[in-house]
């Protein structure tokens, strides 16, 4: 399976972004789709991610209620769409895919990644 995460860019604070990942292949099962962050120094962390099976969203604290993640099952997409951003939330986000189950927050439980797409808040 192959994901492509695009639509990065830089944004003013208080504004909006949506990113798209782009999931193709044939995988043997599909748990979870995640995004995941990495700020400049520091861990890749979870954002949120989308179970397949229900499409039930789960999201870390830090952007609950300004994030929102969707899927469009026709086009193999997956979307974040992050409003209210600030600075703190520069980084490189990743989507990835879960095959194995297991916590949906974990970076070990997802075998398959994107490349990654830069969003920068700043003014």
């Known amino acids: 399976v192959q994901l492509q995460a695009s639509g990065g860019g830089l944004v003013q604070p208080g504004g909006s972004l949506s990113l798209a990942c782009a999931v193709n292949g044939r995988t043997f099962r599909t748990y979870y789709i995640g995004w995941f962050r990495q700020a400049p120094g520091k861990e890749r962390e979870i954002v949120g991610a989308?179970?397949?099976?229900?499409?039930?969203?789960e999201y870390a604290d830090s952007v609950k209620g300004r994030f929102t993640i969707s899927r469009d099952n026709a086009k193999n997409t997956v979307y974040l769409q992050m409003n209210n951003l600030n600075p703190e939330d520069t980084a490189v986000y990743f989507c990835a895919h879960n095959e194995r189950g297991g916590s949906w927050f974990r970076r070990s439980s997802y075998t398959h990644w994107g490349q990654g797409t830069l969003v920068t808040v700043s003014s």
């Open positions: 989308i179970r397949e099976s229900t499409g039930r969203t």
